[in-house]
């Protein structure tokens, strides 16, 4: 099936399975990691903004 792509293959369609190519290849590591995340991990993280354990002291000025 692929074989009709590999053979036809002009200059420009190149960049074109190229970036077909890395698109997929991220979107399959970027759902592996996801499926890795530890239930622990997701849960923190989702709690964070929300936390009131970081009390932000407005008498120290960043910029």
């Known amino acids: 099936m692929f074989k009709q792509f590999t053979e036809n293959i ?3 369609q190149v960049y074109l399975l190229s970036s077909l190519g890395i698109f997929l290849v991220f979107f399959i590591v970027v759902t592996i990691v996801l499926f890795r995340l530890g239930k622990s991990h997701v849960d923190h993280m989702s709690r964070l903004p929300l936390s009131d354990n970081d009390v932000i002291d407005p008498s120290k000025n960043l910029l």
């Open 10 to 12: 002009n200059g420009h």
